[in-house]
Nanobody
Framework: QVQLVESGGDLVQPGGSLRLSCASSGSIFSISVMGWYRRAPGKERELVAAITSGGSTNYADSVKGRFTISRDNAKNTVYLQMNSLKPEDTAVYYC?????????WGQGTQVTVSS
């Protein structure tokens, strides 16, 4: 069983930055695909960024150039550095761990971008 705990969500002004963290329990972190998703009010959950075990990344078009996903396998932690935040980035951000056919989700952390 894998448990994921997100942290780092906060209220931030437009143009500001935040770094989200997702700490994982279990032994499969280093061989898993890790992803950040978000759900904005009234919208479907969407992929924000993902990183493979080998370090390959992909991003939603809406965050390219502003967000960076990274992982530290020694700490079983994945990060999402978010810069130049916009009000439309306001959402609950979720961490997801995928290994084969299995996937696990965190409980989410709220990010609010507002002046």
């Amino acid at each position: 069983q894998v448990q994921l705990v997100e942290s780092g969500g906060d209220l931030v002004q437009p143009g500001g930055s935040l770094r989200l963290s997702c700490a994982s329990s279990g032994s499969i972190f280093s061989i898993s695909v890790m992803g950040w998703y978000r759900r904005a009010p009234g919208k479907e959950r969407e992929l924000v960024a993902a990183i493979t075990s080998g370090g390959s990344t992909n991003y939603a078009d809406s965050v390219k150039g502003r967000f960076t996903i990274s992982r530290d396998n020694a700490k079983n932690t994945v990060y999402l550095q978010m810069n130049s935040l916009k009000p439309e980035d306001t959402a609950v951000y979720y961490c997801k761990c995928t290994y084969g056919l299995r996937s696990y989700w965190g409980q989410g952390t709220q990010v609010t971008v507002s002046s």
